[in-house]
Every structure is written in structure tokens, then in C-alpha cells.
């Protein structure tokens, strides 16, 4: 990826695949450093989503717990090969903020809580349509698999789930609109000026700075543009230390799953790309040993497990692939670590709440650079791939998925039989793109000709470790 054979060769001199060797203090330091760099983004998620449900959407308790289940649970379907942490995916925020919003047959008279379930149960659905493609990539190779998911098609499909989430951003910021420009400010600054760990943490950075500022805020008398209080330390008292995660079961609805299935699209182009990257970070083919249909099987029955009881969908992590890089120890039992010290938190109800408490104008402003860097990585992946709009069946692909994903803003809602179905944008817009590459002549990305542009295809927030 741009390095010199020289560099590459002292880079191997220089790794660790065996952290036994570190001794047990040394591989205790490495788990933890592999946690705080997944920490912020996956807490991110139930905080986001708990802002689209009105207080009633995920819990950072069980988000922390099925990132470490999860991740185990990968571990265990890689033959305990592949050093990769899973946690919270972002690509399904805009499918959550849909579903939230829904309206029509039997979510009309929901309340935001009771909406909660059938989200969690597309994501289900999405996390076994993994299972399909690891199947078929199995049978037939990721070749053949991959001329029908091109970059023309994921590329413009990650892009509208960026800027379908744009007004919430906004929404959010304006709550207090010098918070949100400290908490924007922070991210910015740690992910361009950053140095080692901390340029691999810039959410989590975001997060506890901008929180200072607003205890000091809070203090200082400072309100929301509405009044109201910037900070309510109530919940923090009431929780207790030690307790249950909430779990809850999903349920199952075929608009609830049209709104989610598709996303499934992106995050297993960004599976993909991540394990590429992993594989070209430790030097070690993970898509042949022990291979991707392996890979993607322990990916989408964690996403799948995690959301049957209530958690988010899970996703491999780019930040944890650069704490790889900087560290150079690639044992994954190190990494495993890091899954046990996030289950062990997610029985700690108090710490749940400090960031359940966390200002919306907080939120805001790390959204601000969030869903515009999703749609920007969907123009990368685009780039990166060198994708030809010179060609008109190119242009006329793009050109669909774009109209449909952003134009259909209430989707297209049919009766079958007595059940009422509605297609959202996005799942329109995929629908479209897959039946026009299919169709269209001139087909000519091949997976593996340019392994940059494979490996920059996720919707990771720091995609700084899979271009450096």
C-alpha cells in the first residue's frame, strides 16, 4: 500500500504474532489499547440511535456486550486466525432513523420503543444475508461474486446512507451550537493532527472533551437553545454499579427488513475491504487462510446473534487495524482481550449512563463530520476503484441509485394479500443498481486488480488506517 519492499520487510522483522512472548502485563496493556480504540465509535452508535428513537432506542450496555460476544464469537469461525475486533456498525444508522419514523400499517399507532424490536430484527435478516454470500463465495469464488456488487454500485449506495442522515446532524447540533462546534472542532483535530494512538481515536477524543466543556458549561449556568439543561445527572445516580444489560428480543416485520436488508449491501463490501486490510497490514492472506467465506460467516452471526437480543449490527474495525499497525504485535489473542474487557463493561449500568447522558449538541457535532465522511468514503470507494464515468452505463447506474435513494423520501408503500409493504429509499436504490449492472453490457471490475481500491470500501470513521 504504497511502501517500499525495504519498509515491508523490517515491518515483518518487526512483528509479534505470538504475545506470549510479551509476557501477561504487556499482552493486559495491549487488550486495553485495543479497546479504547473501538470504544468511542461503538458507544457511538446506541448514543446516535437513541437520539432517532426519542430516549428509547439502543443501550450502550448491550452494545458493549455483543461487541465482545461477537468479536469472540468471529474468533471462534476464523479458527482463532484473524486479529479483528467487531464493533458497533455505522452503516445502519440510517436504516434505524427510517424505521424510527415509520408511519404506515402497523407502525402507524407504535411508540418509539415498540418500534425498536422490528428494526433489531431486519438487522437479523442483513446479518444472515452474510451467510448467503459466504456460501456462494464458497461454491463459485469471490470473483464471480463480486462482478455483481462492483464499487459503481456500493460506492453511490454508501453515499446516500451518509446524506440521508445529513438533516439529523443538524437537528442535533443546533441544541447548543458552541458545544457542538468544540465536540466537531476535537475530531477534526485528533484524526488530521493526531499522533499514534490518539490519531486512532478521535471519536472517543471527541467525546470526553467535549463532555468536559460541557460540565463546565453546565456549571457555569449555560442551557440548550431551548432552556433546558445541557446536562441531567439524575440517571447517573439512580443507576446502579453492577447489573444485567437490558436485553430485549427482536421482532420480525417485511418493511422493518426491506429498510434494512439492503445496507447489508455495504457492510459486506466493507467486511471485505477491512479483512484485505488486515491481511495486507499483518502480511498474512485472511481471505485464503482462513478464508472469506469463513470470515464473513463469524461476521454476520454476531451481527445476527447481537441484534436478536437488542444490540446493534457488528462490523470489523478499522481502528482496531491501526492499533495493529502501530503496535505491530498481531497475535489476535491480544484482541480477544480487548472483547472480554468489553463485556466486563457491559455489566456496569452507571458508566452506561454517564454516556447516556451525553448533550445532543455533542452528538451533533460528532455527526457533523460522521455522515459526511460515510458519503465521502462512498465517493472514495468510487475513486479508488477507478470507477469510468466516461462510460454511459456507469453514469446511468450511479445516476439511479443517487435519484432513488435520496428522491423516494417516503419510499413506495404496496399491499400484498392483507400485509402493507414499504420499500424505502435505499432499498429501491439497491434493488435498481444491482438489476442495472446485471443488465447493462460492459461490465469490467474484476475484485483483485487493484487491491487499494478493494481495501478502501468500508464505512469505517477512520479510514486513516487503511490508506496509510
Known sequence: MGKSKKETEQKK??????????????????????MFAMFGATILVPILVNSYFHGEGLSVQVTLFFAGIGTLFFHLCTK???????????????????????????FADMSYGEKLPYACGG?????LLYL??????????????????????????????????????????????????????VVVCFNIWGKGMFRIIPILMGVVISYVAALIFNACGMTNADGSAILNFQPISDAAWVGLPPFLIAKFDITAILVMAPIALATMMEHIGDISAISATTGRNFIEDPGLHRTLLGDGLATSIAALFGGPANTTYGENTGVLELS?????????????????????????????????AIIGGISFVLYGMISAIGVRNVVENKVDFTKSRNLIIAAVILVCGLG???????????????????????????????????????????????INRGVSFNEMTKED
Open 13 to 34: 522483522e518487526q512483528a509479534i504474532y505470538d504475545a506470549k512472548s510479551l509476557g501477561l502485563p504487556r499482552q493486559l496493556i495491549l487488550g486495553l489499547q485495543h
Open 80 to 106: 482463532l486466525k484473524v486479529p479483528a475486533f467487531l464493533g458497533s456498525s455505522f452503516a445502519f444508522l440510517g436504516g434505524f432513523a427510517t424505521v424510527a419514523e415509520l408511519n404506515v400499517g402497523k
Open 123 to 127: 438487522i437479523v435478516v442483513a446479518g
Open 132 to 185: 448467503v454470500l459466504a456460501g456462494i463465495i464458497r461454491l463459485v469464488g469471490v470473483k464471480r461474486v463480486m462482478r455483481f456488487l462492483p464499487p459503481v454500485v456500493t460506492g453511490p449506495i454508501i453515499i446516500c446512507i451518509g446524506l440521508s442522515l445529513a438533516p439529523s446532524a443538524v437537528s442535533n447540533a443546533s441544541a447548543c451550537w458552541p458545544l457542538a462546534l468544540i465536540a466537531l472542532v
Open 328 to 360: 505491530h504485535v498481531y497475535d489476535p489473542s491480544v484482541v480477544r482481550l480487548a472483547a472480554i474487557y468489553a463485556v466486563v463493561l457491559g455489566f456496569i449500568p452507571k458508566m452506561a449512563q454517564v454516556f447516556g447522558t451525553m448533550p445532543t
Open 408 to 454: 423516494f423520501s417516503d419510499g413506495l408503500t404496496f399491499t400484498i394479500g392483507s400485509t402493507s409493504v414499504t420499500l424505502t429509499a435505499l432499498a429501491i436504490a439497491a434493488i435498481a443498481g444491482i438489476l442495472l449492472n446485471a443488465i447493462l453490457p460492459g461490465n469490467d471490475y474484476h475484485f483483485g486488480e487493484n487491491p487499494r481500491g478493494d
